[in-house]
């Protein structure tokens, strides 16, 4: 009995400690990163395995792996992806890495959310190239991914819902958290160094945070790319101008995440800014009217460099083989 | 007493159980795929990291897995390979599972190794087209490569040796053991149906086994493709004749393995047979002079069909950051 009362005060006090340390969040304008628990371990994998097989692509060899890279950054590093027949697109491919924790998807927000989104890519002549139609086909004809679709959503007869539902799901899983900053945000006073969290308060002074906050830091809201100053481009696209078509959104973009900006470069929509220092620089020009110095420009970089999270540990799927009726890639249509 | 001499009998027993089933290993002309331990899983580590890095090609999205996938059955699944600026190339990407186990490597054996093939990819035009002396500048540049070459390798300066070297360690597990046909060669009757030991036994019989024998049901020798009918094609490659200049050696190509062939369509040097029946039938008129009649082209291939074994799992790899001066990819160069 008296170990048992022990027991009681020990676990007593380690509760009193935890509720205390969790009492000590520090109150800012961005928030910790949460792990995301699917409630279909099933449905997570069904979409890993749709994420990661370049037969929804009309050549065979593009998966959506391939311009959002989870082995290194969430996107493909490069200034705009390449697609089909090795076209350009218009913009930088953003990180899937917690772009479950945005407002909208693309920059341009043309789709609600990541199930909207997933469709997009896959149809694309410029990316995938693979008519919705026939994508269900392929899956439909894989046995694999027909019992997969089955036990996960009760029906044989696969739709493009399933696929973009189940590639979803996958992505919320994506997240990135345990970022220096963010343990330093959880009351770890020594999660990053002076230099970071000078840059830090100078990020709230100089007002970058009044668009990069929240958990993703960025993704909540659209804002004008060249606000003080015009931003000239030689991307086409004219951000949500291209989906509303009022002038008022002209060069409206969403603010992109900052979450593992240190490893996404190249930067904006256009992917023309090389460096953080470079990208951070003409922000402060452009959006904010301020010349950031040296030191200033250091210390701000030297912040972002502790936003970059824990990258999801991922098996590598083993996709079902082709049925007989498997349509082909053909790469060269 | 009395119980540890029961223990020391039932233990000899099981014993010599475990030894008369290793002694029931058939001897046949195939033999079971053993699973690779490697003495240096640092060494492996680096590979698989360099296996998947895009940064190893000019564009900076054609990896090693691009054409050899390891989510699926090792090769591209395509008739001939997509590469650098959409460029065909000249013959069907072979599957990198189990290649450890034969004589050379590329269709006309032109590599002695696996470490000798993997430079081969990184710099062809058709291919990643990636100069030999840029891609060592890149892992150079990368701090977390450097640091895993010094603690494998004993120096931080990199060498294209040490590039090549690791992945050959890497390619060497990929081997899929396990498959139906490899528990029946271990003893287990009921492994495989009796349409594919009929299979087995017609493939043995007609000839077959004349090329396709040991572990990998191939890569252990060179032959002519049209041995007794002449072959087709609309690929250039000439086989060995590419290598050598001898007359004797024009459209003799690598005897390709058989393991795991369901998944690892189309097939031939070209691609150009679609189903694994059409490449059947195909080989016993052009190499054994024989029209296999439709039941036995179904043995046949059900006996194939019991060779695919069981893909290594992969834990995805989480590439080292790019340095500050990494030189940046250049998809349009």
Redesign the interface.
């Known amino acids: 009995m008296k170990a048992l009362t022990a027991s009681v005060i020990v676990f007593s006090t380690i509760c009193l400690t935890a509720t205390h340390a969790q009492a000590e969040v520090r109150n800012e304008p961005i928030k910790v990163i949460e792990p995301y628990v699917s409630e279909s371990p099933e449905k997570v994998e069904l979409g890993k395995q749709l994420f990661?097989?370049?037969r929804l692509s009309m050549?065979?060899?593009i998966s959506c792996n391939?311009?959002h890279?989870?082995?290194?950054?969430g996107t493909?590093?490069?200034k705009t992806?390449?697609g089909h027949?090795?076209q350009?697109g218009p913009v930088n491919s953003p990180t899937v890495f917690n772009s479950s924790l945005q407002i909208a998807q693309f920059w341009d927000g043309r789709a609600l959310d990541l199930k909207e989104q997933a469709a997009g890519p896959i149809a694309a002549n410029v990316e995938m190239a693979m008519p919705h139609t026939l994508a269900v086909d392929v899956i439909q004809s894989i046995p694999g991914y027909r019992s997969q679709v089955e036990a996960v959503y009760g029906t044989n007869q696969v739709t493009l819902d399933h696929i973009t539902d189940a590639i979803a799901e996958f992505e919320k899983t994506l997240v990135t958290p345990n970022a220096p900053f963010d343990r330093w945000l959880q009351g770890d006073d020594n999660a990053i160094t002076e230099q970071q969290l000078a840059g830090y308060q100078l990020f709230k002074q100089a007002g970058c945070v009044a668009c990069h906050y929240g958990e993703a830091l960025g993704g909540k809201s659209f804002m004008k790319m060249g606000l003080v100053q015009p931003y000239e481009s030689d991307s086409p696209s004219q951000g949500r101008y291209d989906v509303t078509g009022k002038e008022i959104d002209r060069f409206m973009f969403k603010v992109p995440t900052l979450r593992n900006v240190?490893?996404t470069?190249?930067y904006f929509h256009d992917g023309a800014a090389?460096?953080l220092e470079e990208a951070t620089q003409i922000m402060g020009q452009l959006q904010l009217g301020r010349n950031f110095t040296k030191d200033e420009l250091a210390n701000l970089v030297a912040f972002m460099e502790s936003l970059t999270g824990e990258?999801p540990?991922?098996?590598?799927?083993?996709?079902p083989?082709?049925g007989?009726n498997t349509p082909?890639?053909n790469?060269?249509q």
């Not at 890279?69 to 950054?73: D, I, P, V």
């Not at 540990?313 to 996709?319: A, C, E, F, M, N």
Request: net charge positive; charged share 15%.
């Open positions: 990661f097989d370049p050549s065979g060899i391939t311009c890279n989870l082995s290194y950054s493909d590093n490069l992806s390449i027949k090795w350009a240190a490893i470069y190249p090389n460096t990258r540990k991922i098996s590598l799927p083993l996709l083989p082709s007989e082909r890639p790469p060269f």
